[in-house]
């Protein structure tokens, strides 16, 4: 959960800050006091400013990267606004331009209608639809920069309240969403009522799993999907089954430690299950010890993998290293189809072998499962432990 | 105990042969960008005095001789490609073209990926101003 927040914390400083981050000595320009920003995951997706003591002094928000189509002569200008405690605003800076350095200077100088804004408040910038009637002038020579600067402040202001805002949106069920809780339903009756005459149905389960779930649906739990998720946010009002089915996936294993996605309902993990039942008894191979102990790093190397590609935003596929989204063959990358086929192969010799020695996902959720007895630290609590130094690590560093 | 030893390095191997080109790749992309944007200021400084951009298509190479010699760019730009000072007029590796109208009102400029002919990234006086 820790490892989790902190690469959510470190993207949503990213999608606020954009690849020119807005530091706090910037800001003392107009608030001397700033000691510390802090991203707003809210809509306005901008800085909350606090001082030493930590009480809040102010707001900043850059127009760059979300103002970026607005251009002036040859690009567009990235503006920094400052709001003060009672959200009005202190100032506006011109961080960067990509118009002729002569022309930003010209709008730079010209201070009045760099303080055109001051006083006003976020949502009365937002609100302003007529720039000559709110006094705001262009600068004269460079007309078309200071006219971009003044549209992108006026676009940021306002897209608080435009599609980025989730305020509003609607959760909708569709009929895959109510497919997905059916199956987490199903997995549920098998991982918790033994009785024989419910797991007797067990197979046309596993049939629709694999059929349904895994063919037509496609959404297995799969790290591309979960670190998606937390990078951005949680799709609930648009996919409200898959996140239910995905948070009861991770909830039943902590808090009753069955298994209940990696035994019953992953259809990757019933296809292997099946290829074990089919194939011929003198193909078994019995693995020695040391390939076995190998085998179980390569998911602890894929979550390592995981994290580095989150964290430093690296160009690998997440969706490449598991093999989970060749079920919807369509979107599937060769990566993907290797390790699908290569891990279906050796369940043919190696029962559960990829399960055993290649699931990340699997990992994480047999991690949740086995959490140890309040009183010992066990070599998977190690391990756990190095991943949350690594992750406070990269968090730190990459501030 | 041998065995897991080596099976370990060679585990280390493999991840690393899929980090580090991930890696090196990330810190081309942040060059190429670099290069990109101080190749478009370069650009707009020639536009302030000339009143055109460059009036032909041109390597980057040749671009940047031709920015360097008209001392438009604060330093020759290095190479992101070789990571060395570009070869003016002609670098051998070199993935950067500029181009233009034929009234030389408008420019383009274009990052191809190595080895390959696809855009890595394109900046124009038109459309894509901003690589952010």
Not at chain 1, 7 to 33: C, K, M, S
Not at chain 1, 172 to 180: E, G, M, P, Y
Not at chain 2, 9 to 30: C, H, N, Q, T, Y
Request: one cysteine or more; a neutral charge; charged letters at 20%.
């Amino acid at each position: 959960m820790i490892i989790a927040w902190l690469i959510r914390d470190h993207h949503t400083r990213l999608r606020v800050q954009g690849d020119r981050p807005i530091t706090a000595y910037e800001v003392t320009v107009f608030l001397p006091d700033t000691h510390k920003l802090k991203p707003d995951v809210g809509p306005r997706a901008g800085l909350f400013i606090f001082d030493k003591s930590g009480e809040k002094i102010g707001y900043a928000a850059r127009t760059m990267p979300h103002a970026k189509e607005i251009t002036g002569y040859s690009g567009p200008t990235d503006g920094l606004i400052v709001f003060d405690a009672q959200d009005k605003v202190l100032g506006v800076k011109i961080r960067d331009s990509y118009d002729t350095p002569s022309h930003v200077e010209d709008v730079t100088l010209d201070l009045l209608f760099m303080e055109s804004w001051n006083g006003r408040t976020w949502e009365e910038i937002a609100a302003i639809t007529d720039f000559g009637a709110a006094n705001i002038y262009a600068v004269s020579g460079a007309t078309r920069t200071s006219d971009a600067l003044v549209e992108s402040i006026s676009f940021r202001t306002q897209m608080a309240k435009g599609p980025n805002a989730t305020v509003g949106q609607k959760v909708k069920f569709r009929w895959q969403d109510f497919v997905l809780i059916g199956v987490l339903l199903g997995g549920c009756i098998f991982a918790f009522w033994k009785s024989k005459r419910v797991q007797k149905f067990r197979l046309p389960y596993s049939v629709l799993s694999v059929g349904v779930f895994g063919i037509l649906l496609g959404d297995l739990l799969a790290q591309s999907l979960l670190i998606g998720w937390i990078e951005s946010r949680v799709p609930w009002e648009a996919t409200p089954g898959l996140v239910i089915f995905a948070a009861a996936m991770f909830a039943l294993p902590f808090f009753t430690k069955q298994p209940v996605y990696c035994q019953f309902v992953c259809p990757h993990g019933i296809l292997q299950r099946w290829l074990m039942k089919l194939r011929p008894a003198k193909w078994m191979t019995k693995l020695n010890p040391d390939i076995k102990w190998l085998g179980r790093l390569i998911p602890v190397f894929l979550l390592l993998l995981v994290l580095l590609v989150s964290f430093f935003r690296l160009p690998i596929g997440l969706a490449g290293i598991e093999p989970f989204d060749a079920w919807l063959i369509k979107s599937a990358g060769i990566a993907t189809i290797v390790v699908f086929g290569v891990g279906l192969l050796l369940a043919f010799f190696i029962p559960m072998a990829y399960c055993k020695y290649g699931c990340p996902t699997g990992l994480l959720l047999e991690f949740i499962r086995r959490r140890s007895a309040p009183n010992s630290f066990q070599r998977k609590d190690w391990v756990g432990l190095v991943f949350l130094i690594s992750a406070i690590a990269l968090h730190t560093l990459l501030k | 105990m041998k065995t897991r030893i080596i099976g370990l390095l060679i585990l280390v191997a493999l991840w690393l042969g899929i980090m580090l080109p991930a890696f090196s790749e990330k810190r081309l992309d942040g060059q190429v960008k670099e290069l990109l944007r101080e190749v478009q200021t370069a650009l707009q400084n020639y536009h302030v005095d000339e009143e055109l951009y460059p009036k032909s298509k041109m390597s980057g190479a040749e671009l940047i001789g031709l920015l360097d010699e008209g001392g438009y760019l604060e330093a020759p730009p290095l190479n992101p490609w070789t990571t060395e000072p570009y070869q003016t007029p002609d670098d051998p590796i070199d993935f950067l073209e500029y181009e233009t109208d034929e009234l030389a009102e408008t420019y383009t400029l274009i990052a191809r990926t190595k080895d390959s002919d696809e855009v890595h990234h394109i900046l124009d006086s038109t459309a894509h101003h901003s690589l952010e």
